[in-house]
C-alpha cells in the first residue's frame, strides 16, 4: 500500500492503495462511484470509461500507482455541469438508453470527443464511441444523442 | 400511435448512473461469494477437497453440494441443472463449490485453493458422436442423447416431389451465439429478521429466480422476496443462469445469516451460461415451374449441451415455424434436441427462429435463382395472405395478415427492384462487388403453445391524486415500464405524471410468467387495459352520484373524471379523496389471459400462436474481390407490430435487434476446443461496434391486433431473426457464392 495523491471530480484527493490495483475498483469500491461499470475487464468494452487528465481511458486497465497528481473524472462529477446536463438532456430525449449499462461510459466518450471538437461528423463521432460496446441500442440513437448535444451545447464545448 | 416523444420513466437515473445494478447495491456486513470451476469437462466420482482454501484468513466458507438444505438440481422443464455438482461433472460450465470470503479477493484466492478430483471420461463433443448407436448417454435422466423431437407431419410431402420441376437439397449450419448483455450476471441476498430471503439480481425473471432459489434452499416460495432493480440487457440470456447465481448467493445469505454478494466477471459468464443453439439444418424442398413450393422435407438438429434448459421449447418454435411465412401443404419436419458435453444452452432473443430463417430465406432464392423468376415473385405467391393455412394447419383469420404489404415497404424504401439488377454476380471492374438481398418472416407473438400465458396488473390509487401501477412484466432495459405507464395514462385519460411505475416484488404481483418471447407488450399493456377497466367501474359506481348521472355516463378524459355537463368533472385529487371518505379502497386488479392456442405433439398441427409479427427486412453490402471482407451499406427493417405505444423505444428495439443478428451474420462464434470456451471476452467474441454498423431505416407498420387489448403486438425477438438470410443473400448476389454457414465469411480465392 502507498498514498496516492489525485484530484476526483474536481477535489483533492489522498488516500492509501495498493498501486498495483485497478482505477475502476478504487473508484467503485472504495469511493463508491457506482456510474462507473465493469463490463470486460479487459478494456474492450468501455463501461468503466473515465476521463484521466481529460483524455478517455478505460478505468480497468489503469494501475492505480499511474494516477499520482493527476486528474480523473467520472460523471458522477459531470452530470451537474453543463456539459452533463447538456449530453445527458440529449441522450434521453433521443432514446439512446436501454438497459443502461454501457450509458455512462458512453456519456463520457462522448464530453471527450464534444470537448475537443465541438462539431462532430457523423464518423468522427463513431470513431470517437467505436470504444465503447452497446448490446441493445444498435448505437443509432446514441449516435442522434450525441448530434443533439453538439447542436444544443453551441459554446458550451 | 400513442405518442411521439421519447419517454422513458427510467431514462434519467440511467444516463446520470444513478440508477443501481446488483453490484451496485451494498449492505453492511456483506460476505462475497465466487464460483469454482475444474478443468474437468466429463468426470464420474468427484470428490471436492476445500481444506487449502478454509486456511486462507478471511475465507469463511467452501460450499459444496453437501451443504445444500433443498435439492441441487433444478430446471425450467427437466430437473437436471446441477446449481452445484453432486458427484457428476457433465461440462466446463459446472460449478463445483462456492467460496465465501470477507472479500472479493480474498474469496478469489481462496478459490484458488479448492482442489478437485475426478475420473474423467471420454466427453461427447459432437451432435455426430452423440447420435452414434453406443455413444455414451450425457443426461443424468433418459435412455438417450435425443432429449426432444418434434415432428410434424402436414400431407404428404414424399408424394408430391415426383410432381414437382425443381427439387432443391441443401444443408445448413449455424453458429453458437452469446447473448452478451453488458452486465454480467450479478447477485446479493440479504436475510431478513422475518426468515425472508431478499434477493437482488441481475435477472430477467424474477418468478424462475424465486422457484430456482425456493428448489436450492428448499424452503416455500414465501420465504423468497425476489425485487426488479435496473438489469444490464438479458436477450433471454438472464434466465436460468442469472436465476442460480441468485440462487447461490440466497444459500450463502441462509446458512451465513449475512448479505452474500456475487459477482460475475465476464470470462464466468461465457464459460457458465447457455448460449443459443446452433442447429444442423438438412432441407429438401419441391418446386412446380411456377414457382409454387409443393412439398418440405427437413431434418434439425440442435446442440442442447449437457443440460436441457428450455430446448424442447426453443426447438418446437423451430418446428411450429420450420419454413417460413409461406403457405405450403406437403411438410414433414422432425427436429431434435441433442446432449453432449458441451456448456449448454438455452434461450436467446429469436429462439429457435433465427437458425430456421437463416435456412429457408436462403432456399427462397435459390428457388428464384433455379427457376429464373425474380425472389419477390417466389415469395409473394408462396406467402401467407388473408385467410391462408399455416403449416400447422392454423387459418390466419383473426388479424390482418400484413406480409405482402411488409414487404413492399421494405422493396420501396430500400430499392430493391433497381438494386438487385445492379448486383455484381461475382464480376466488377473495381475491387469491391456489389449486392442486396432481402428476407421475410413471421413471428408467432408470446408463448404460444409452448406454455401457460397469463399476466396480472394492479392499480392502485392514492389519496392524493397519484396513482401506482405495476404488472407482471420484467424490465430488462427494454423498456416496458414505460409501455406500461403510457397505455394506462391512455385508458383513465391522464398525464403521465401521475403515475408512479412501482417495480414489483414476487411478493406483491401473482406470478406472470417471464419476460420473454416477445410477450412483454402485449401481455402486459393488455392486463393494464384490464386493470384499468375495473378502475374506472369502480370509480365510476362511487363517484356518478357526485357527478349528477349513472356510473355508465361517467367518462375519464383530459386529466379528470365527468359527468354529463362540463359543470360536472372531478379533478383526481378530489375523485380520490372522494372514493377515501366513502371508505372505498381506490384499487383494482386485472389478469389478461392469451387467446386460445391448440397443438397436436404427435403430428405437429395446431393453431400455434394467437397472432403473428410480420417482417421484411434487406441488407446492401459490398464485397472485397482481394480480402473477402463484407461490408455492410444498408440495412432497412419493416415490421408489422399491431401499433406502436412508444414509438421511439419501437425503432430502438428494432435497431438494436438488427445489430445483434448483424453479428450472428459477421462476426459472433463462441469458439471451443475439447469442450473449453476459448472466446471468453470480448477481445475473441466480436459482438458489433458503432464502427462496423451501416445506416439502418426502421419502418414501423400498424395494424392493429385484434387479439391484443391495446392493438400492439411486440417486436424484441423479429428485429433480429432475419437479417443473417437478408446479408447472405446480398453476399450471394455480390459474389455468386452461397454460404450456408454461419458467420458468413468469403474465402477471396474463390472471387478469382
Same mark, same amino acid.
Given at each position: 500500500?502507498?498514498?496516492?495523491?489525485?484530484?476526483? /471530480?474536481?477535489?483533492?484527493?489522498?488516500? =492509501? +492503495? *495498493?498501486? +498495483?490495483?485497478?482505477?475502476?475498483?478504487?473508484?467503485?469500491?472504495?469511493?463508491?462511484?457506482? +456510474?462507473?461499470? =465493469?463490463?470486460?475487464?479487459?478494456?474492450?468494452?468501455?463501461?468503466?470509461?473515465?476521463?484521466?487528465?481529460?483524455?478517455?481511458? /478505460?478505468?480497468?486497465?489503469?494501475?492505480?500507482?499511474?494516477? =499520482?497528481?493527476?486528474?480523473?473524472?467520472?460523471?458522477?462529477?459531470?452530470?451537474?455541469? *453543463?456539459?452533463?446536463?447538456?449530453?445527458?438532456?440529449?441522450?434521453?430525449?433521443?432514446?439512446?438508453?436501454?438497459?443502461?449499462?454501457?450509458?455512462?461510459?458512453?456519456?463520457?466518450?462522448?464530453? +471527450?470527443?464534444?470537448?475537443?471538437?465541438?462539431?462532430?461528423?457523423?464518423?468522427?463521432?463513431?470513431?470517437?464511441?467505436?470504444? /465503447?460496446?452497446?448490446?441493445?441500442?444498435?448505437? *443509432?440513437?446514441?449516435?442522434?444523442?450525441?448530434?443533439?448535444?453538439?447542436?444544443?451545447? *453551441?459554446?458550451?464545448? | 400511435?400513442?405518442?411521439?416523444? #421519447?419517454?422513458?420513466?427510467?431514462?434519467?437515473?440511467?444516463?446520470?448512473?444513478?440508477?443501481?445494478?446488483?453490484?451496485?447495491?451494498?449492505?453492511?456486513?456483506?460476505?462475497?461469494?465466487?464460483?469454482?470451476?475444474?478443468?474437468?469437462?466429463?468426470?464420474?466420482?468427484?470428490?471436492?477437497?476445500?481444506?487449502?482454501?478454509?486456511?486462507?484468513?478471511?475465507?469463511?466458507?467452501?460450499?459444496?453440494?453437501?451443504?445444500?438444505?433443498?435439492?441441487?438440481?433444478?430446471?425450467?422443464? &427437466?430437473?437436471?441443472?446441477?446449481?452445484?455438482?453432486?458427484?457428476?461433472?457433465?461440462?466446463?460450465?459446472?460449478?463445483?463449490?462456492?467460496?465465501?470470503?470477507?472479500?472479493?479477493?480474498?474469496?478469489?484466492?481462496?478459490?484458488?485453493?479448492?482442489?478437485?478430483?475426478?475420473?474423467?471420461?471420454?466427453?461427447?463433443?459432437?451432435?455426430?458422436?452423440?447420435?452414434?448407436?453406443?455413444?455414451?448417454?450425457?443426461?443424468?435422466?433418459?435412455?438417450?442423447?435425443?432429449?426432444?423431437?418434434?415432428?410434424?407431419?402436414?400431407?404428404?410431402?414424399?408424394?408430391?416431389?415426383?410432381?414437382?420441376?425443381?427439387?432443391?437439397?441443401?444443408?445448413?449450419?449455424?453458429?453458437?451465439?452469446?447473448?452478451?448483455?453488458?452486465?454480467?450476471?450479478?447477485?446479493?441476498?440479504?436475510?431478513?429478521?422475518?426468515?425472508?430471503?431478499?434477493?437482488?439480481?441481475?435477472?430477467?425473471?424474477?418468478?424462475?429466480?424465486?422457484?430456482?432459489?425456493?428448489?436450492?434452499?428448499?424452503?416455500?416460495?414465501?420465504?423468497?422476496?425476489?425485487?426488479?432493480?435496473?438489469?444490464?440487457?438479458?436477450? !433471454?440470456?438472464?434466465?436460468?443462469?442469472?436465476?442460480?447465481?441468485?440462487?447461490?448467493?440466497?444459500? !450463502?445469505?441462509?446458512?451465513?445469516?449475512?448479505?452474500?454478494?456475487?459477482?460475475?466477471?465476464? &470470462?464466468?459468464?461465457?464459460?457458465?451460461?447457455?448460449?443459443?443453439?446452433?442447429?444442423?439444418?438438412?432441407?429438401?424442398?419441391?418446386?412446380?415451374?411456377?414457382?409454387?413450393?409443393?412439398?418440405?422435407?427437413?431434418?434439425?438438429?440442435?446442440?442442447?449441451?449437457?443440460? $436441457?434448459?428450455?430446448?424442447?421449447?426453443?426447438?418446437?418454435?423451430?418446428?411450429?415455424?420450420?419454413?417460413?411465412?409461406?403457405?405450403?401443404?406437403?411438410?414433414?419436419?422432425?427436429?431434435?434436441?441433442?446432449?453432449? @458435453?458441451?456448456?449448454?444452452?438455452?434461450?436467446?432473443?429469436?429462439?429457435?427462429?433465427?437458425?430456421?430463417?437463416?435456412?429457408?430465406?436462403?432456399?427462397? %432464392?435459390?428457388?428464384?435463382?433455379?427457376?429464373?423468376?425474380?425472389?419477390?415473385?417466389?415469395?409473394?405467391?408462396?406467402?401467407?395472405?388473408?385467410?391462408?393455412?399455416?403449416?400447422?394447419?392454423?387459418?390466419? %383469420?383473426?388479424?390482418?395478415?400484413?406480409?405482402?404489404?411488409?414487404?413492399?415497404?421494405?422493396?420501396?424504401?430500400?430499392?430493391?427492384?433497381?438494386?438487385?439488377?445492379?448486383?455484381?454476380?461475382?464480376?466488377?471492374?473495381?475491387?469491391?462487388?456489389?449486392?442486396?438481398? $432481402?428476407?421475410?418472416?413471421?413471428?408467432?407473438?408470446?408463448?404460444?403453445?409452448? !406454455?401457460?400465458?397469463?399476466?396480472?396488473?394492479?392499480?392502485?390509487?392514492?389519496? %392524493?391524486?397519484?396513482?401506482?401501477?405495476?404488472?407482471?412484466?420484467?424490465?430488462?432495459?427494454?423498456?416496458?415500464?414505460?409501455?406500461?405507464?403510457?397505455?394506462?395514462?391512455?385508458?383513465?385519460?391522464?398525464?403521465?405524471?401521475?403515475?408512479?411505475?412501482?417495480?414489483?416484488?414476487?411478493?406483491?404481483?401473482? %406470478?406472470?410468467?417471464?419476460?420473454?418471447?416477445?410477450?412483454?407488450?402485449?401481455?402486459?399493456?393488455?392486463?393494464?387495459?384490464?386493470?384499468?377497466?375495473?378502475?374506472?367501474?369502480?370509480?365510476?359506481?362511487?363517484?356518478?352520484?357526485?357527478?349528477?348521472?349513472?356510473?355508465?355516463?361517467?367518462?375519464?378524459?383530459?386529466?379528470?373524471?365527468?359527468?354529463?355537463?362540463?359543470?360536472?368533472? $372531478?379533478?383526481?385529487?378530489?375523485?380520490?379523496?372522494?372514493?377515501?371518505?366513502?371508505?372505498?379502497?381506490?384499487?383494482?386488479?386485472?389478469?389478461?389471459?392469451?387467446?386460445?392456442?391448440?397443438?397436436?405433439?404427435?403430428?405437429?398441427?395446431?393453431?400455434?400462436?394467437?397472432?403473428?409479427?410480420?417482417?421484411?427486412?434487406?441488407?446492401?453490402?459490398?464485397?472485397?474481390?482481394?480480402?473477402?471482407?463484407?461490408? $455492410?451499406?444498408?440495412?432497412?427493417?419493416?415490421?408489422?407490430?399491431?401499433?406502436?405505444?412508444?414509438?421511439?423505444?419501437?425503432?430502438?428495439?428494432?435497431?438494436?435487434?438488427?445489430?445483434?443478428?448483424?453479428?450472428?451474420?459477421?462476426?459472433?462464434?463462441?469458439?471451443?476446443?475439447?469442450?473449453?470456451? #476459448? #472466446?471468453?471476452?470480448?477481445?475473441?467474441?466480436?459482438?458489433?461496434?458503432?464502427?462496423?454498423?451501416? &445506416?439502418? #431505416?426502421?419502418?414501423?407498420?400498424?395494424?392493429?391486433?385484434?387479439?391484443?387489448?391495446?392493438?400492439?403486438?411486440?417486436?424484441?425477438?423479429?428485429?433480429?431473426?432475419?437479417?443473417?438470410?437478408?446479408?447472405?443473400?446480398?453476399?450471394? @448476389?455480390?459474389?455468386?457464392?452461397?454460404?450456408?454457414?454461419?458467420?458468413?465469411?468469403?474465402?477471396?480465392?474463390?472471387?478469382?
Amino acid at each position: 500500500m502507498s498514498t496516492i495523491t489525485f484530484r476526483l /471530480n474536481e477535489k483533492n484527493i489522498s488516500l =492509501e +492503495a *495498493d498501486p +498495483a490495483s485497478r482505477l475502476l475498483d478504487l473508484l467503485r469500491e472504495d469511493l463508491g462511484l457506482s +456510474a462507473v461499470k =465493469e463490463g470486460c475487464g479487459e478494456g474492450e468494452c468501455g463501461a468503466c470509461s473515465v476521463l484521466k487528465d481529460g483524455v478517455l481511458v /478505460n478505468s480497468c486497465m489503469v494501475p492505480v500507482g499511474t494516477i =499520482e497528481h493527476c486528474s480523473i473524472e467520472t460523471l458522477e462529477g459531470l452530470r451537474e455541469t *453543463d456539459e452533463g446536463r447538456c449530453i445527458i438532456e440529449a441522450f434521453a430525449d433521443t432514446g439512446a438508453v436501454q438497459c443502461g449499462f454501457c450509458t455512462p461510459g458512453m456519456v463520457m466518450a462522448s464530453i +471527450a470527443l464534444l470537448r475537443s471538437n465541438a462539431r462532430p461528423t457523423l464518423e468522427e463521432i463513431k470513431v470517437a464511441l467505436s470504444g /465503447n460496446l452497446c448490446r441493445c441500442t444498435g448505437y *443509432d440513437m446514441i449516435i442522434k444523442g450525441v448530434q443533439l448535444a453538439a447542436e444544443r451545447g *453551441d459554446g458550451i464545448w | 400511435m400513442i405518442t411521439e416523444k #421519447t419517454f422513458r420513466n427510467d431514462g434519467y437515473a440511467k444516463v446520470t448512473g444513478r440508477a443501481a445494478y446488483a453490484d451496485d447495491i451494498s449492505f453492511a456486513g456483506t460476505l462475497h461469494m465466487v464460483p469454482v470451476y475444474s478443468d474437468l469437462i466429463a468426470a464420474n466420482n468427484v470428490v471436492v477437497d476445500a481444506s487449502e482454501a478454509m486456511k486462507v484468513p478471511g475465507c469463511i466458507r467452501v460450499l459444496t453440494a453437501k451443504d445444500v438444505p433443498g435439492t441441487t438440481c433444478f430446471g425450467q422443464i &427437466e430437473q437436471d441443472y446441477p446449481m452445484l455438482i453432486t458427484d457428476t461433472i457433465r461440462s466446463w460450465g459446472d460449478v463445483v463449490a462456492l467460496v465465501i470470503a470477507e472479500t472479493r479477493t480474498i474469496a478469489l484466492e481462496a478459490s484458488e485453493l479448492v482442489v478437485v478430483h475426478g475420473d474423467p471420461v471420454k466427453p461427447v463433443l459432437t451432435i455426430e458422436d452423440a447420435l452414434k448407436p453406443y455413444a455414451r448417454v450425457v443426461p443424468s435422466y433418459g435412455d438417450s442423447n435425443i432429449v426432444v423431437h418434434h415432428r410434424m407431419r402436414h400431407g404428404d410431402p414424399e408424394a408430391m416431389f415426383d410432381q414437382c420441376e425443381l427439387i432443391i437439397e441443401e444443408d445448413f449450419e449455424t453458429q453458437i451465439i452469446e447473448q452478451g448483455y453488458m452486465e454480467p450476471e450479478a447477485a446479493i441476498c440479504v436475510p431478513r429478521h422475518d426468515g425472508v430471503i431478499e434477493i437482488y439480481g441481475s435477472m430477467q425473471h424474477p418468478f424462475s429466480t424465486r422457484r430456482f432459489t425456493g428448489a436450492l434452499l428448499g424452503e416455500p416460495l414465501s420465504n423468497i422476496e425476489v425485487y426488479t432493480i435496473a438489469v444490464g440487457g438479458g436477450f !433471454g440470456g438472464k434466465d436460468d443462469t442469472a436465476a442460480i447465481v441468485c440462487a447461490r448467493a440466497a444459500l !450463502g445469505a441462509r446458512l451465513l445469516s449475512r448479505p452474500v454478494k456475487m459477482t460475475y466477471s465476464r &470470462e464466468w459468464s461465457m464459460r457458465e451460461s447457455y448460449k443459443r443453439h446452433p442447429y444442423k439444418l438438412h432441407y429438401k424442398v419441391g418446386v412446380t415451374s411456377e414457382g409454387q413450393i409443393l412439398a418440405v422435407k427437413t431434418q434439425m438438429y440442435a446442440d442442447s449441451g449437457a443440460y $436441457l434448459s428450455v430446448t424442447p421449447w426453443v426447438t418446437w418454435r423451430s418446428t411450429a415455424q420450420c419454413f417460413g411465412p409461406y403457405s405450403i401443404e406437403h411438410v414433414h419436419a422432425d427436429v431434435y434436441g441433442v446432449a453432449t @458435453n458441451n456448456v449448454f444452452t438455452g434461450a436467446m432473443r429469436g429462439f429457435g427462429s433465427p437458425q430456421v430463417n437463416f435456412a429457408t430465406e436462403q432456399l427462397i %432464392d435459390m428457388i428464384a435463382q433455379r427457376l429464373n423468376v425474380h425472389p419477390l415473385g417466389i415469395r409473394r405467391i408462396n406467402m401467407v395472405k388473408q385467410g391462408s393455412s399455416t403449416v400447422t394447419g392454423q387459418v390466419l %383469420d383473426q388479424h390482418t395478415v400484413s406480409m405482402e404489404e411488409v414487404m413492399n415497404s421494405t422493396v420501396h424504401e430500400i430499392g430493391y427492384r433497381k438494386k438487385y439488377d445492379r448486383c455484381s454476380h461475382g464480376v466488377s471492374e473495381t475491387d469491391e462487388l456489389y449486392g442486396i438481398g $432481402l428476407s421475410i418472416s413471421y413471428r408467432g407473438a408470446s408463448l404460444g403453445a409452448e !406454455g401457460m400465458d397469463f399476466c396480472s396488473a394492479i392499480i392502485n390509487g392514492q389519496y %392524493d391524486g397519484s396513482i401506482l401501477l405495476e404488472t407482471g412484466i420484467h424490465e430488462n432495459g427494454q423498456g416496458s415500464e414505460s409501455v406500461m405507464m403510457i397505455v394506462l395514462a391512455e385508458e383513465l385519460g391522464i398525464q403521465l405524471k401521475r403515475i408512479r411505475y412501482r417495480r414489483s416484488s414476487t411478493s406483491t404481483i401473482p %406470478d406472470s410468467g417471464t419476460t420473454v418471447a416477445t410477450r412483454g407488450t402485449i401481455m402486459g399493456s393488455s392486463s393494464v387495459v384490464i386493470a384499468a377497466k375495473n378502475f374506472k367501474e369502480l370509480l365510476a359506481t362511487h363517484l356518478a352520484e357526485r357527478l349528477k348521472c349513472t356510473p355508465e355516463e361517467v367518462t375519464f378524459h383530459n386529466d379528470k373524471i365527468w359527468g354529463l355537463t362540463f359543470a360536472q368533472s $372531478l379533478t383526481w385529487e378530489e375523485a380520490m379523496k372522494e372514493l377515501f371518505l366513502q371508505r372505498v379502497t381506490p384499487y383494482a386488479f386485472g389478469t389478461f389471459k392469451a387467446p386460445d392456442v391448440s397443438w397436436d405433439d404427435t403430428v405437429g398441427q395446431g393453431n400455434a400462436y394467437f397472432t403473428y409479427v410480420y417482417s421484411c427486412q434487406a441488407a446492401e453490402v459490398s464485397v472485397n474481390k482481394k480480402t473477402g471482407k463484407i461490408k $455492410l451499406l444498408n440495412v432497412v427493417a419493416s415490421h408489422d407490430i399491431g401499433k406502436a405505444i412508444n414509438r421511439a423505444m419501437v425503432l430502438g428495439q428494432i435497431y438494436g435487434g438488427v445489430t445483434q443478428g448483424i453479428g450472428m451474420a459477421l462476426s459472433e462464434e463462441i469458439k471451443r476446443e475439447d469442450g473449453k470456451i #476459448t #472466446t471468453l471476452n470480448f477481445d475473441t467474441y466480436k459482438i458489433p461496434r458503432i464502427t462496423d454498423l451501416p &445506416e439502418m #431505416t426502421g419502418i414501423i407498420v400498424e395494424n392493429s391486433d385484434p387479439q391484443s387489448l391495446t392493438g400492439a403486438k411486440g417486436i424484441g425477438e423479429p428485429a433480429l431473426e432475419l437479417i443473417a438470410p437478408a446479408i447472405a443473400n446480398a453476399v450471394y @448476389n455480390a459474389t455468386g457464392i452461397r454460404c450456408t454457414s454461419l458467420p458468413l465469411s468469403i474465402d477471396p480465392q474463390e472471387l478469382k
